[in-house]
């Protein structure tokens, strides 16, 4: 079991928008800003989508936005389009021994 | 753009031990600004950061793995490795090596490697 709870999928239709959760606790994501999304199409490398919460790389697309709150970090994905069918997966730091945690992994079916 | 490379053998005998290299397209495993990462992916299963060293040489180990990992890095060949000792077939996974920033992110990532351990 990962140590951050993803949904293990979402689904949604061309244009929509969808959103991933990724539930940490006070000693990951609550307490810290450094929360990372990547996006990841099997056989391919994992791509950093955004940093510290809600910094987004200037090769991301702005459909691709970041935020927190609480102990629950959150990815929204506008404007949906077929080539973001992907599995999708939060990190964050921690200040237990473990340093970096990931969540399990969100896949995205564009429907 | 940076480019990460995994190398290694794909089969590894139980009991025996598992090495990867990763070599980096760029020369920034030389400027001492980044942490050289290994994280793996057990097959159906999220990601388990493994573990990373900073060019000083200092490591840092998830506690779970410390016992048998070790990193280590060769800038002259624009490489670090992974080294895992004892294996089992829990530790048959796909294993991806990325360069992680001074903001715990990480930047760039390999495609991954598929290690099976088995007799």
């Known amino acids: 079991q990962s140590a951050l709870t993803q949904p293990a999928s979402v689904s949604g239709s061309p244009g929509q928008s969808i959103t991933i959760s990724c539930t940490g606790s006070?000693?990951?994501?609550?307490?810290?800003?450094?929360v990372s999304w990547y996006q990841h199409h099997p056989g391919k490398a994992p791509k950093v989508l955004i940093s510290?919460?809600?910094n987004r790389p200037s090769a991301v697309p702005n459909r691709f936005s970041g935020s927190k709150s609480g102990n629950t970090a959150y990815l929204t994905i506008s404007g949906l389009q077929a080539e973001d069918e992907a599995y999708y997966y939060c990190?964050?730091?921690?200040?237990?021994?473990?340093?970096?945690?990931f969540g399990g992994g969100t896949k995205l079916t564009v429907l | 753009q940076v480019q990460l490379q995994e190398s290694g053998p794909g089969l590894v005998k139980p009991s025996q031990t598992l090495s990867l290299s990763c070599t980096v397209s760029?020369?920034?495993?030389?400027?001492?600004?980044?942490?050289w990462s290994w994280i793996r992916q057990h097959p159906g299963q999220g990601l388990e950061w493994i573990g990373y060293?900073?060019?000083?040489?200092?490591?840092y180990y998830n506690p779970s793995l410390r016992s048998r990992v070790t990193i280590s890095v060769d800038p002259s060949n624009d490489q670090f490795s992974l080294r895992l000792d004892s294996v089992t077939a829990a530790d048959t996974a796909v294993y991806y090596c990325?360069?992680?920033?001074?903001?715990?992110?990480?930047?760039?990532w390999g495609q991954g490697t598929l290690v099976t351990v088995s007799s």
């Open positions: 006070s000693s990951d994501i609550g307490n810290y800003k450094y």
């Open positions: 510290e919460v809600s």
């Open positions: 760029d020369g920034s495993i030389s400027s001492g600004a980044y942490y």
């Open positions: 990190s964050s730091y921690t200040s237990s021994s473990t340093y970096v945690l």
């Open positions: 060293i900073y060019n000083s040489g200092s490591t």
């Open positions: 990325a360069r992680k920033t001074g903001l715990y992110y990480f930047d760039y």
